[in-house]
T-cell receptor
């Protein structure tokens, strides 16, 4: 199945700043997904990113807060904008490659 | 997505079978049942999926009832490394793909 690399693996950021998370896949995929996992919680889908079109956001998530780029079939970025401590979470990307595969996540701490 | 219901936690002894139940009474005819697990601090890992027939792979077996309203994931010989949160998901088809909506899952503890 697809191998997914996420960068950075972890970061500590100041409130009010933004962080861009990169997701690189070793094969071309049509759909990429971004999830958030808050401490002690399950995964919550943020948005679906299809190459060549605007990302589709789930209820409760907006583009101004979580802008997503999908420039080609192997790469996507998620930006967490104007961060607050409530954004401290693990952010994961996933792709459909026969079955859904997940990256190892980016552990974000906002101080 | 069909709603799925799982017990919040279970435990079993190492070497014994772990049977994890899942109710999905509102599942529709074209919705598969997927099982994933998440070991602490790692990304979710695919285990198995099925539509209506029982399935088996190198990791587990999936038993789906004839009416498809429930299923059971079986880890035949649980090891300590199987301690994880297990998610049962019935994603709705989405154009040519589907998306996974995670519930709370079952936290499985395998005891030595």
């Amino acid at each position: 199945s697809a191998v997914i690399s996420q960068k950075p693996s972890r970061d500590i950021c100041q409130r009010g700043t933004s962080l861009t998370i990169q997701c690189q896949v070793d094969s071309q995929v049509t759909m990429m997904f971004w999830y958030r996992q808050q401490p002690g919680q399950s995964l919550t889908l943020i948005a679906t990113a299809n190459q060549g079109s605007e990302a589709t956001y789930e209820s409760g998530f907006v583009i101004d807060k979580f802008p997503i780029s999908r420039p080609n079939l192997t790469f996507s970025t998620l930006t967490v904008s104007n961060m607050s401590p409530e954004d401290s979470s693990i952010y994961l990307c996933s792709v459909e490659d026969q079955r859904m595969a997940f990256g190892q996540g980016t552990r974000l701490t906002v101080v | 997505d069909a709603k799925t219901t799982q017990p919040p936690s279970m435990d079993c002894a190492e070497g014994r079978a772990a049977n994890l139940p899942c109710n999905h009474s509102t599942i529709s005819g074209n919705e598969y049942v997927y099982w994933y697990r998440q070991i602490h601090s790692q990304g979710p890992q695919y285990i198995i999926h099925g539509l209506k027939n029982n399935e088996t792979n190198e990791m587990a077996s999936l038993i789906i009832t004839e009416d498809r309203k429930s299923s059971t994931l079986i880890l035949p010989h649980a090891t300590l490394r199987d301690t994880a949160v297990y998610y049962c998901i019935a994603p709705a088809p989405m154009d040519s793909s589907y998306k996974l909506i995670f519930g709370s899952g079952t936290r499985l503890l395998v005891r030595p």
